[in-house]
């Protein structure tokens, strides 16, 4: 029997609702006003608020309370602590207080800080946000925060994002008020992070070492039948995955999670979750959440989901398709192009912005979305290329040349096209047909950046988003704010920066070799890994754009710098070393032994009749003979360059350079070998679970 949704959706979250029935009108009140001023908290205020908060936790069974937190491993961390304290008599009482609540200290030390903190160095901070709903999750009353070291520095990914959306919020509300609006208060963006995953059967993936221990197949040769024949995309759901989804939705559901839309992938066993747009900060903690309750849930069904951003080769791979907008507190979309000369201009000045920020800034979209996972992705099966390019689609990409060449619009039969006197086509969102090549496209009123990875938090690329955008709006304001007729500045700045960043601009097929070619005509970048992509995150005009709208520290930024390739060395490494053990302790000895079944056969045939020179059995033994001394000899020159690695402690970007273009190399190699001795084992000796066991085994 299915939940009743609108009983259930958000009952374990403390929302505005639960908070006006359970505050006192003054303390929910003086609340509020925190929340949208953004000050700091008043202790009276939190003492009352942490009593209400605990008491309604203790009702949905929470015993435990925790500062919720997402440091820079990419997950999200917990540290609980009962909300027991001890009496003079032996007994217990439940409390909680609002220092408690404001503020926690969990070890600062044994996260990574790329250098930010020293081991012994242990104290660390978390504050709390109170822009994001705390929720009980198994228990446990989650109270989201920000996580800080004793110094000040940010040692998670939630600060750096709420500074983001304030300064992007500064800056729009300066457009905003040239174009006459003193009303509203606040812009916020707004994201919808799709969610791709596999769901594979419990039992076939314990027996795979490679998925236990990296979250994706090292070894797999090509099943019989993939994605080819395109009728898993949107097909009929599986009973078994129907009930995971089903009782995923509840799970999220009652945490106040949005999921609206579920669905069959390209791939088979892939599938994908998409919630409803929300406030950044608030729809990123609820993907972080997501993600968790997602595995969670599969192990009911006995089955494990993989959010690897390529779990098997040769189909499609997982992204996270990041929908992004501006909003302000009256509900109005700046991505919206509206229908009025006033809505026009403003819609196109917001545009321009985003146009000129991208171009700009390549290196750092392509920062924001770079792990080891994800390279393996990137350029393959409907996944955008590394190449950084904006979709706009026929219409908006004619009227932007209207504007730059000062020309007649044809589709409306207008004349020149003036920013602020003509009226735009009033062209429905879906005005051209998608493209799915495109790493960031515009989509109706949202810009799509389908480059992220399935695994990773988006904090990072909605950091660089909410930043870049700032930045060219600030420079906007800059130069139209002093500007003594606003009509023809608005006018010339617009067509000068078309003009001048028009290049970024490409509605045609991203997987093309042309494009490449184009792209390197036009001088965009083409960042293919994490290793090539890193090092530009270090050049003075980023350093200098997170320093401007105080995103990050330059110390900041090299610690994320260390490690995003520190973890890229280890992921390779990890990998390495689990192919090695596969090869070595399952793969080698299953061929040997059915080399040796064929040799028996082939030695009974020839004592019947010694005439035999041929046949499938010596075939077969000198195939399979001269791949598994191949495998075998790249086996030990793996383990070779393993341990010709340098230090992890060593040079950053030496190291993860030396696992590109070494460790990597060898490691495609072994699985060739592996692979083309797959497809001619018997079956019943293959050592663990095919691809064909494992994407159809739900």
């Known amino acids: 029997m299915r939940s009743n949704v609108p009983e259930i959706f958000g009952s374990m979250v403390f929302n505005d609702a639960i908070m006006r029935d359970k505050l006192p009108k003054d303390i929910y009140k003086s609340l509020k006003k925190t929340i949208e001023d953004g000050r700091d908290l008043d202790i009276s205020i939190a003492n009352v608020v942490a009593i209400a908060m605990k008491d309604w936790a203790i009702e949905k069974g929470a015993t435990h309370y925790t500062h919720w937190f997402q440091p820079l491993t990419g997950i999200t961390a917990e540290k609980h602590d009962s909300f027991i304290s001890p009496q003079s008599d032996g007994r217990v009482i439940m409390e909680f207080s609002g220092k408690e609540l404001i503020k926690g200290e969990p070890d600062a030390s044994s996260f990574p800080s790329g250098g930010l903190r020293a081991t012994f160095e242990a104290r660390g901070y978390t504050a709390w946000d109170p822009t994001s709903y705390a929720f009980v999750k198994d228990g446990v009353l989650c109270i989201p925060t920000a996580f800080c070291s004793y110094g000040g520095e940010a040692l998670d990914k939630k600060t750096p994002l709420l500074r983001s959306m ?165 509900g109005v979309n700046l991505l919206e192009p509206g229908k009025s000369p006033h809505e026009n201009a403003q819609f196109l000045l917001f545009l321009t912005a985003i146009i000129k920020a991208i171009d700009e800034y390549q290196d750092l979209m392509r920062v924001s979305i770079a792990s080891a996972g994800n390279d393996h992705r990137l350029g393959a099966s409907e996944a955008p290329p590394a190449i950084m390019s904006i979709f706009l689609g026929d219409d908006l990409g004619e009227i932007f040349e209207c504007i730059e060449k000062g020309t007649s619009y044809k589709n409306q039969g207008i004349g020149k096209m003036e920013i602020g006197v003509h009226v735009l086509p009033s062209f429905p969102k879906d005005t051209t047909d998608r493209n799915r090549t495109s790493p960031f496209a515009f989509t109706g009123n949202k810009f799509e950046f389908r480059s992220c990875g399935s695994s990773m938090s988006v904090s990072g690329p909605n950091i660089i988003l909410n930043t870049i955008v700032a930045e060219e709006l600030r420079q906007f304001a800059d130069e139209l704010e002093p500007a003594d007729d606003f009509t023809d500045a608005l006018n010339e700045l617009i067509k000068r920066t078309i003009q001048e960043h028009k290049r970024i601009i490409f509605n045609g097929d991203g997987y093309s070799e042309e494009w490449k070619k184009e792209a390197a005509k036009r001088g965009l970048l083409n960042l293919p890994t994490t290793v090539d992509a890193m090092p530009t995150v270090l050049a003075r005009k980023n350093i200098e754009l997170f320093e401007r709208h105080g995103i990050y520290t330059e110390t900041e930024v090299g610690s994320r710098y260390e490690i995003c390739l520190d973890v890229y060395s280890k992921t390779i490494n990890i990998e390495a070393n689990t192919m090695i053990e596969m090869a070595k302790r399952q793969i080698l000895p299953a061929v040997n032994r059915y080399i040796g079944r064929l040799a028996e056969t082939l030695s009974i045939k020839q004592s019947v009749d010694p005439l035999i020179k041929s046949g499938m059995e010596k075939d077969l033994v000198k195939k399979l003979s001269a791949l598994e001394d191949k495998a075998y000899a790249q086996v030990n020159d793996l383990e070779k360059l393993l341990l010709k690695a340098p230090s992890y402690d060593s040079d950053k970007l030496a190291c993860a350079t030396y696992y590109k273009d070494r460790i990597i190399p060898a490691m495609d190699k072994l699985r060739s070998y592996c692979d083309e001795m797959e497809v001619n084992t018997a079956s019943e000796l293959w050592p663990f679970p095919t691809y064909g066991d494992l994407l159809f085994s739900v």
């Open 166 to 330: 304030e300064t992007l919020n500064e800056q729009a509300l300066r457009i905003l008020r040239l174009f006459g609006n003193n009303s509203v208060k606040r812009v916020t963006t707004t994201v919808g992070p799709e969610q791709e995953y596999f769901l594979v059967d419990r039992d076939v993936y314990n027996k795979r070492k490679d998925l236990i221990y990296c979250g994706r197949t090292l070894f797999g040769a090509k099943a019989p039948k993939g994605q080819e024949m395109d009728d898993h995309y949107f097909g009929a759901i599986l009973r078994r995955v129907q009930e995971y989804m089903e009782d995923l939705n509840d799970e999220l559901w009652k945490l106040g999670i949005l999921s609206k839309t579920e669905h069959n992938e390209v791939a088979p066993a892939q599938h994908e979750m998409a919630p409803i747009f929300d406030t950044a900060n608030i729809a990123i903690d609820h993907n972080q959440v997501t993600m968790e309750i997602m595995k969670n849930v599969a192990k009911r069904h006995n089955m494990v989901c993989l959010l690897h951003e390529k779990p098997f080769a040769g189909i499609n791979g997982s992204g996270k398709h990041n929908n992004w907008s501006m909003i302000t507190d009256e």
